[in-house]
């Protein structure tokens, strides 16, 4: 069995697309999945299953939540060693602060180099970016008077791709739940 992590696109966000976290946990035991444990209320959701392909454990999984709770959400999924390396390759170690947030945004894919370079560009004294395969880094002051650009959407809009984003804490915090047997 492979121990991995979903990552659910914008459900239970502003009172839209609700699913209450025991319904989550059936919608991923009818796509056969096995130790189904969730994170606050955001969609993250630790599971094992034997499965190799996670295109394949995706469309399950996006499947069966379209069928039961009646709409479609992205789902990515990350193997623990993947989301152990994600927190290891953290480029602004040492700088999260009560004033400067970390946020770790998802793609299914690696974005373009044109696309990254372009991003980069956005750099100010509000908000870095750094992008490590197929996770961004985004390093946010907090405590500013300037509106920050970053958001998921402005992110997904940026890549032309789906995405979804976590906090330092939650990605740090999923990747203990998942390691606790």
């Known amino acids: 069995m492979i121990r991995y992590a979903a990552l659910l696109r914008g459900i239970n966000v502003g009172g839209y697309r609700k699913v209450k976290m025991n319904d989550l946990c059936d919608i991923f035991l009818t796509a056969g999945l096995k130790n189904i444990t969730t994170y606050i209320q955001s969609g993250n959701v630790i599971f094992d299953s034997p499965e190799t392909d996670t295109s394949r454990l995706k469309h399950e999984i996006e499947t ?24 290891y390759e953290n480029p602004f170690e ?32 509000v908000e870095e970016f750094t992008v490590r395969k197929r996770e961004l880094y985004s390093l946010i002051d907090k405590k500013t008077s300037q509106k920050p650009l970053f958001s998921n959407n402005f992110i997904e809009k ?24």
């Open 64 to 87: 069966s939540l379209e069928k039961t709770a009646g709409f479609h959400a992205t789902v990515l999924i990350r193997t623990i060693p993947e989301l152990e390396n994600i927190i």
């Open 94 to 125: 040492g700088r999260v602060t009560d004033r400067h947030k970390l946020y770790v945004t998802f793609f299914k894919v690696e974005p373009s180099p044109d696309k990254q370079q372009e991003l980069l560009s956005y750099r100010n004294d």
């Open 158 to 181: 940026h890549f032309g791709m789906p995405a979804t984003t976590r906090n330092w804490k939650t990605v740090n915090n999923i990747l203990n739940l998942a390691t606790i047997r």
